[in-house]
């Protein structure tokens, strides 16, 4: 299952990637994305006060979307920080190219936890567990948006017939599912319903693609379209919501349910509901623009699995 | 181009030489200007060439793997992200064509939508792969690149570019060597005119002084001028005064000469005019002896006393002539049928002398507007030349007519005819040049006051026909003022 909730990081400063004179982050840079990963990685390692711990002791491994890595390597440094310092054991921050990638590592144990999407979680929901969920707006829960162009004069999403239509991510949520279940409730499926569409493989490239006019309309997170409406208001305000959804479960950090109950869990669990308590974990959140972590039941993403399941059942 | 050249043949040298030199000014500016913007649309294009090529190779990388997968939004992204790599190229638009002439993604997604064809304007330069092409007019350049794999097409990508910088550069050179040149012909013209005019100055001062000359004012250069000319000119200022003063003598002479004539002829006419009184007066006195004896005899006396006032009328007649031929103010006086009628009795004597037949047909009905004392004088200087030349008890015929505009007298003898000298002496007359040396000073006299009335002298004249002299005098004009003795005075004063 692909990861979605890494890319809500995506509205934050950019301090790796100029484009120009864009100072909007970068979304797309695969080679710089591997590179700042790798190197990442490495200078993490070094400079951590675990480094030289006994050997056979390996670091905590934690899976976050490429596009996360790419946005904010300041965010990264918080996180990776407060995690090792909050648990007490150094912390490795993950990163690859597609949220499959990030998801099946999650599966196959190479990853301890990672910051998925609520879409992968119920897909696997028989091998993961909730480790903990975000708070947005005090709730762990979040909205889908269907946006079009801010001129385009349309009275209700049944006139996206025909349209070229940006998705974020083939798993994606709120990017994706979202969309697709309630054409599927209409009897419709994407390729249907509407003329084209393509994945843009980042809620910010969807608001971008929307805006350009590449795309007609475009689904994409409420979250993001939010926080980004307020940081690059110039790029949101030449699109504007044509459909709000239900209120779905945000995406939450998830473990392979076998080790749900380790100790390193737990220390990461504490970590989480704990950061709105320490200054570094409000630094986070300040640059997140969450209000802290919860520890909530799984019935939170029934939304999410409802959606999934009438998805599966039309077909879509 | 001999056109040209006869059409400007007579213009003055200030104006022909700048403007030879302003012509081939231009001709060396648009020469140059050619050579600067040809050359330099040639590095603009190659440059452009190179800028552009590099932004199809950048563009076509980095859309390739988009172009693999038909990836919409890579390719979008790495267009826009291209756009902005290549600013300096000013790419207007970038389009990336799957191979089905479909728009896979542009970097003007509205003007080209997803999947769209291909405006047909611009479907026509795909054939154009690999060229540059250009078009001025629009200041656009247009760039199809065929993104290939393995041997297969699998997209084309189409790059629309601004040049309109380019050629507003080029616009600008363009305007600056049209400044530049314009203001070096204008400084050149200006400057040729100028030196041409410093040194053709001296010709101008011979030309014054020759139209003065011309004009019967001749006047000699100032010696002060000369010394200051150049060698050339001051040798020929000295000429120019060698030649004035020459022509002043003449003029002086033939002024003398002619004095002389009239002079002559008045010693003849004072002569004739005694005669005519002498002739009578033998008479007379036996009248006043008849009288004194026989005066008591009533028929006798009376035939006496008319005998002495037909005696005393001729001479009064002839004393008249005289008087109003040489006392007469100067200056025009219409001529009357009347001024002609005493002509006769002024030559009575050359013609009584030779018995000549005097064939008088003055046709004058009523005044005519024309100097009556110059008509008087030429016709009494042709009825004297025509006695002097007449054979005894030949025919002398005057014919006086006038039209509305013109007065034509003509005296016709049976003389020999005219000497070449005389026609000589007419034209030079006529044409303000001095007597011609030998016989013909009376013709060269009449001429020249014929002249004063813009009239024209003819001759006729055969071994055996006599001779005929006209003259045609316009009627009402202005007489041209003519001064016989100013170049004399003139050179005299120099």
């Not at chain 1, 599927?184 to 490239?205: I, L």
């Not at chain 2, 302003?22 to 050579?35: E, N, Y």
């Not at chain 2, 291909?118 to 690999?130: I, T, V």
């Not at chain 2, 040396?437 to 001429?447: A, D, E, H, I, K």
């Given at each position: ?30 080679n ?46 918080e ?37 998925i ?42 006139e ?56 007609h ?15 690059e ?40 509901v704990s ?32 959606n ?9 | ?12 040298l ?6 030879l ?96 064809p ?13 060229n540059?092409?250009l ?28 040049i ?19 203001g ?29 000359a ?56 004072a ?6 009184v002498n002739?009578?007066l ?12 026989h ?25 008249r ?14 001529l ?66 006038a ?92």
């Open positions: 299952m692909p990861n979605e909730c890494s890319e809500r990081m995506l509205p934050h400063r950019s301090v790796v990637v100029k484009r120009g004179d864009d100072p909007r982050p970068s979304v797309m840079d695969m710089r994305r591997t590179l700042i990963a790798t190197i990442g990685g490495a200078v993490l390692a070094a400079f951590s006060p675990f480094t030289g711990r006994a050997a056979g002791q390996s670091a905590f491994s934690f899976g976050l979307t490429p596009v996360f890595l790419d946005s904010d390597i300041e965010l990264l440094n996180l990776q920080s407060y995690l090792s310092d909050a648990m007490g054991l150094p912390v490795t921050l993950v990163k690859r190219r597609t949220y499959q990638e990030i998801t099946a590592l999650l599966l196959s144990g190479e990853l301890d936890a990672a910051w999407c609520g879409f992968p979680f119920v897909q696997h929901a028989d091998k993961l567990a909730l480790v903990a969920v975000p708070l947005y707006r005090q709730q762990p829960l979040y909205q889908s948006y269907i946006i079009v162009p801010a001129d385009r004069a349309i009275a209700g999403w049944e996206l017939k025909g349209d070229i239509h940006a998705f974020s991510d083939p798993d994606s949520n709120s990017g994706y599912l979202v969309t697709a279940a309630l054409l599927a409730e209409h009897n419709q499926s994407p390729a249907k319903f509407f003329a084209k569409t393509f994945f843009t493989y980042g809620h910010r490239n969807v608001i971008r693609a929307v805006a350009s006019g590449l795309a309309s475009g689904s994409v997170d409420g979250y993001v379209w939010d926080v980004m409406s307020v940081r208001p110039d790029l949101v305000s030449r699109t504007k919501v044509l459909r709000h959804s239900e209120l779905l479960g945000f995406p939450p950090i998830a473990c392979l349910r076998s080790r749900h109950d380790s100790e390193e869990i737990g220390r990461l669990t504490d970590a989480l950061i709105a308590g320490n200054p570094h974990g409000v630094k986070i959140l300040t640059m997140l623009q969450l209000d802290g972590f919860a520890v909530e039941p799984e019935s939170t993403f029934s939304g999410i699995a409802a999934y399941a009438l998805v599966q059942l039309k077909g879509g | 181009m001999a056109g040209l050249w006869r059409m400007t043949s007579n213009w003055p200030a104006l022909k030489v700048p403007m030199v302003a012509g081939l000014t231009v001709i060396v500016a648009i020469a140059i200007s050619q050579v600067v913007l040809s050359r330099l649309a040639r590095e603009q294009e190659a440059s452009l060439r190179s800028i552009t090529s590099a932004f199809m190779d950048g563009v076509s990388t980095a859309v390739t793997p988009g172009l693999q997968r038909q990836d919409v939004w890579e390719t979008f992204d790495s267009l826009d992200r291209a756009r902005r790599q290549y600013g300096a190229v000013n790419a207007l638009f970038v389009v990336v064509l799957q191979p089905n002439g479909q728009v896979l993604a542009a970097s003007e997604p509205e003007r080209f939508p997803v999947t769209s291909l405006p047909p304007h611009l479907a026509g330069l795909l054939g154009q792969e690999g540059l092409v078009d001025e007019e629009k200041g656009r350049a247009w760039l199809v690149r065929r993104i290939e794999q393995e041997s297969f097409q699998i997209g084309t990508v189409l790059a629309e570019i601004d309109s910088d380019i050629l507003a550069v080029r616009r600008e050179v363009l305007w600056t060597l049209i400044l530049v040149n314009g070096l012909t204008a400084v050149l013209g200006l400057a040729g005119y100028l030196l041409v005019r410093r040194m053709v100055r001296p010709l101008s001062l011979i030309q014054q002084h020759l139209t003065a011309g004009s019967g004012r001749p006047e000699l250069i100032d010696e002060d001028q000369i010394r200051h000319a150049a060698p050339e000119y001051g040798d020929l200022y000295r000429r120019f005064n060698a030649m004035i003063r020459g022509q002043a003598e003449r003029e002086a002479l033939a002024a003398e000469l002619a004095n002389q004539e009239k002079l002559a002829m008045l010693g003849r006419l002569s004739g005019m005694a005669h005519e002739n009578p033998g008479g007379l006195m036996n009248a006043v002896d008849t009288l004194e004896v005066g008591d005899r009533e028929s006798v006396r009376r035939r006496t006393i008319d005998l002495l006032r037909r005696g005393l009328a001729g001479i009064q007649n002839v004393v002539a005289a008087l109003v031929t040489y006392k007469s103010a100067p200056g025009p006086k219409r009357t049928r009347a001024d002609l009628e005493d002509l006769p009795f002024l030559i009575q004597h050359e013609t009584g002398a030779k018995q000549l037949n005097l064939d008088w047909q003055n046709e004058l009905a009523e005044d005519v507007e024309v100097d009556a004392s110059a008509v008087r004088q030429i016709v009494l200087n042709l009825l004297l030349n025509a006695c002097a030349a007449s054979p005894e008890r030949s025919m002398i015929t005057f014919r006086a007519t039209t509305s505009s013109t007065l034509d007298i003509s005296v016709a003898d049976e003389g020999p005819g005219l000497p070449e000298l005389a026609y000589q002496a007419v034209a030079a007359g006529a044409a303000g040049a001095g007597a011609p040396l030998g016989q013909g000073l009376g013709l060269w006299t009449t001429s020249r006051l014929a002249a004063r009335l813009n009239a024209t002298m003819s001759l006729q004249s055969g071994p055996s026909q006599g001779a005929t002299i006209r003259l045609v005098a316009p009627l009402g004009e202005e007489r041209e003022e003519y001064d016989v003795g100013a170049a004399a005075r003139a050179d005299r004063a120099g």
